[in-house]
Each structure stands twice: as C-alpha cells, then as structure tokens.
C-alpha cells in the first residue's frame, strides 16, 4: 500500500488524464459508469426485497455487502463516474495542474452521461425486462424512492456530502493499492458503509428514482429537485473533505519525496 504523499501525487496524475480524455471517450466511459452504479442498485433491491420484511435494517446491510460491485468494475475495469472525478479531478486543480474551465467541462459531460447510463438501465433492464416493475421487486423500489424523494434539501444535500466522503475514500484507497484484491478491499468497505448508512448518491437516484417514475411511483420534479442537492452535497464531500483535505495534509510530504 502507498503511503498517503503517494497517494496524493498518483490522484493529481489520475485527475489529469481524466481531462485528457477526448469527448467520445468521456462519453463512453461516462455512460458506463452510471450503467455500472445502477446495475450495482438493481443488485441492492433483488437481493433484499424478499428478506426485508423479515430481517428489517439488516436487509439494507446484505443489499449494502453487494452494491459495491459497481465502483469495482469501474476502477478497476474502466468508466468515470462524476463521484469520483469530483475528488480526482479536484485535487488536480488544487495542485494547479488542471484549470477551473477544465473541471467543470469534465464534470459536466460526465455528469450528463452518467445519467443517461443509469436512466437507460432503469427503463430497459428495470421497467422492459421487468426487474424493478413486479411484486416485491417493484415495491422495494417504491420505498427506496420514496424515501429519498420525501428527504429535505438540507438532508439531501448532507447525506450527499457524506456518501461522497465515503466514495472519494474508496477510490483514494484503491488508487494507494497495489493488487486487485487490495482494491477490491479498499472500494468494498467504503462503500458498503455509505450504503448501510443510508447516504444518497446522485448517480445511483438517478437509477432509482426514474426506476420509479417508470413504474408510475414518483415525479420527474421530484427526481429533479432529489439530483441537484444530493450532486451539490456530493461536490463538498469529494472536494472539501476528501480531495482538499488530503491535499492540505499531505501536500508537503509529497514535495519532500519528488526532491529525494
């Protein structure tokens, strides 16, 4: 494992090539991404809706042990997701290697393919297919939506910061790792915590809450209103908490072993 000064100079490196990438390429991984978080949502809900009576919030921690799939495949697999740019991408600028107009192009295109990815899963594999649109599938889905969507703004915009906090942690640590399986390990923990938690994930709402609209169980206004906090609170917790801390900490560190 890296230490944290290493780490920090291999994310400022990873949050460069992200802005490298040309548009095709950022739209492709970027649809990926938001299918990948959706599929590992659509694998939270079948795994818990038959058990969640019976096993109350512990169900949330099985669906909570199995979602991480998702950022696994993308890390390690390749996509981009707009949770974890926000903390790569981030500590790039705050190293001064990226520039502001480039930050935000990034996060804008994979923001906006992020969502078509996750919306594309909900209605083919969760409404066509039936996954999400059937018994107690589909009323697992209600609740899940239901809850996010009745949340205030101030909720939803600190249970984002908090997922984000979460998120950012994972990739930190996975990019620190050497092996797969140490980052298979450093995704996986943090992850299942933000599940099991309850905090919200922009990108994974946008897999739910249209699952839910398709299913005729929520609104397009409830979706956006539930996007813009949970995102907002997302962006504080991946760059305040992860990349601007981490980069205050350890930045000194990191100048001493690029001079030995």
């Known amino acids: 494992m890296m230490s944290p000064a290493e780490i920090l100079s291999v994310t400022i490196h990873h949050g460069q090539e992200k802005i490298k990438r040309p548009f095709l ?4 991984l970027g649809f990926i ?7 590992g949502y659509l694998l939270y809900i079948r795994s818990v809706a038959s058990v969640v009576d019976q096993l109350g919030t512990l169900a ?14 993308i890390l390690l697999g390749g996509g981009e997701l707009i949770t974890s740019n926000m903390t790569a991408v981030a ?13 935000l192009k990034n996060w804008l295109v994979i923001t906006l393919f992020n969502v078509v990815g996750a919306i594309f899963v909900a209605y083919v594999f969760g409404h066509l297919l039936g996954l999400t649109s059937t018994g107690a599938f589909k009323e697992e889905l209600l609740r899940l939506a239901q809850g996010k969507v009745a949340a205030s703004w101030s909720q939803e915009l600190l249970s984002g910061m908090g997922c984000n906090w979460f998120v950012g942690i994972a990739m930190w640590m996975c990019y620190g790792a050497r092996d797969a399986a140490g980052k298979i390990l450093a995704i996986w923990f943090p992850i299942m915590a933000f599940v099991a938690i309850g905090f919200q994930h922009s990108v994974a709402n946008a897999f ?20 813009l906090f949970v995102y907002l609170g997302n962006v504080l917790g991946g760059t305040v908490f992860v990349a601007g801390f981490y980069t205050l900490g350890y930045r000194r560190q990191m100048k001493e072993l690029k001079n030995k």
């Open 25 to 28: 390429e950022k739209a492709v």
């Open 33 to 39: 991404g938001g299918a990948m978080i959706s599929f």
């Open 60 to 73: 949330s921690l099985i669906g909570a042990s199995v979602f991480p799939i998702g950022l696994i495949v």
């Open 91 to 103: 500590t790039s600028f705050f190293a001064k290697r990226v520039s502001l107009a480039d930050l």
């Open 208 to 227: 739910v809450i249209p699952a839910a609209i398709f299913e005729n169980g929520s609104t397009w206004l409830d979706f956006g209103h539930n996007f």
